[in-house]
Structures are given as C-alpha cells and as structure tokens.
C-alpha cells in the first residue's frame, strides 16, 4: 500500500512539473509576440516620420504631410476583442466590443502587431464601422 502511494505522488508530482513547463514556455512565448509587436509598431511609426520629414524637406503641402503624423493610438487583439492602446502601446485607452474573428482577414493581420492610428477622428469612425 505504501508503494502505491509513492507512485501516486511521484506521478502527481511529474504531471505538475510538466504543466509547470508547459505554462512557463507559454508565458515567454507571449512575452516574446508581445516585444515583437511593440518593435514593429515602434519601427513602423519611425518610418512613418522619416517619410514625414522627408516630405516637409521636398515641401509638400501640411496636409498630406499630417496623415502620416505618428500615431495616438494602436489596435491590438486580447481575449478575442480588439483593444484601444495610448501609443506607448502599454495604457489601455477603451476596452471595445469588437469580436477578432469577425474581422477582415487583412485587418486581423494588421491588428494583430499592432494598428496604428493617427488621430481621435480616425479611431471614433473605425469603431463606428466595426462596433455592432
């Protein structure tokens, strides 16, 4: 009777060390998607001012020159919803009801490592478009 129990609490003990691993692989592995998604989104936004500036030295018109201003706000999905961040891409700014999956596919991509958005006027029409 004794030998079982030992079995029975050395297999309790391997199964939660395994399920230990398994979380902590998991957990690196999002921490890592995640710093790649505020890498690309940092390195988009420095393109987008690098064109900026370079459009503003040849004198193109303020107007065209303001659409590609950096960013206020990023697009990212979590828990299956799409989630309104600050552009330091860490406060949460609104939570929306927008379900992931019944996007575009093209727009899940972009959402995926991050949507930028360019003004308060571009985010209110996106969420009118896709909120039900």
């Not at 998604?37 to 987008?48: I, T």
């Not at 552009?87 to 992931?100: C, H, K, M, R, V």
């Not at 575009?104 to 490592?113: H, M, P, W």
Request: glycine share 4%; aromatic share 12%; with cysteine.
């Amino acid at each position: 009777m004794r030998k079982n129990s030992s079995i029975r609490l050395f297999l309790i003990v391997c199964v939660a060390l395994f399920l230990g691993i398994v979380l902590l692989v998991y957990s690196l592995n999002t921490q890592r998607q995640h710093l790649q998604s505020q890498q690309f989104a940092a390195e988009k936004a420095q393109k987008l001012a690098a064109e900026k500036a370079q459009q503003l030295a040849e004198g193109e018109s303020a107007e065209s020159a303001t659409i590609l201003s950096p960013y206020q706000y990023i697009l990212r999905e979590e828990d299956g919803y799409v989630m309104v961040y600050a552009s330091d891409g860490e406060t949460l700014f609104e939570a929306t009801g927008i379900w992931f999956p019944s996007l575009t596919k093209e727009l899940q991509e972009e959402i995926e490592v991050g949507k930028p958005i360019y003004s308060e006027e571009e985010l209110y029409s996106f969420l009118e478009n896709y909120s039900s």
